[in-house]
């Protein structure tokens, strides 16, 4: 269960390999794997090989987590044996991801101060946490148009009503004007009364053209025969 990752996995590998070369395992006794744990594990000059490291850029944080790079940075720190606050902040601050770094640098209240390392350590992590929950958030955010998508791809396009063409509106037929034959003419009531009491024309006793009733011969005997009959 032991010697499984980083350092001690490919010790453990090479104590293995020099096994099969040769055929006899090289830590026979527990002194033996003292010694060898010593040599590797310890190294005499662990202070010197700290220091180096953070004066480069081997320590820097790349695509670890901050809790990750924290672990590593401070266990260099106890090797090299660094004490002065601000000379932390620095390294720390140097080795951080850009991203990370830039947003403690410009926060626009309590903000950590450049000699206090564990304020520094606590926004990092506190910064590093945020943006791995926003990471997260958008992956999911940016799924799910996707499947949205795809939903209603698959559904059945919509029925279409055929719609029949309209008929055309009856042609507007234009009446013809009136005429004075169609209005008719306007009946003469006087033309009637008139006919009626107007004397004729000439003798209205035997109708002849030729005289009038005066005249008529048949006027006396049309005037006696009406006084006997009455």
Sequence with gaps: ?????????????????????????????????EQQ???????????????????????????WTVDNYLDSFQALVSNTGYMDPQ????????????GVQNQIAIMPYRRPADTDPNTW?????????????????QSVSCSVPSILLKTVSTRPPPLSVARLPLAPPPPVIPKPPLTTSSMGVP?????????RFLPPQGCYQCRD????????SHHCYATREFSVEM
């Design 1 to 33: 269960m032991f010697f499984k990752g980083g350092h001690a996995a490919k010790w453990s590998k090479n104590i293995f390999r020099q096994e099969a070369d040769t055929g006899v395992f090289p830590i026979q006794t527990w002194g033996n794997f």
């Design 37 to 63: 744990f010593w040599l590797h594990f310890f190294p005499a000059n662990a202070e010197a090989d700290a220091i180096n490291a953070l004066e480069g850029t081997s320590y820097y944080q790349g695509n």
């Design 87 to 98: 000379t932390l902040v620095v390294k720390f601050r140097q080795g951080l991801r850009l």
């Design 121 to 137: 350590y606590r926004a990092a992590r506190r910064i590093d946490q945020a943006c791995l929950a926003n990471k997260a958030f």
């Design 187 to 195: 009946m003469d009531v006087n033309a009637a009364r008139k006919a």
């Design 209 to 216: 053209a030729n005289h009038v009733v005066r005249d008529c």
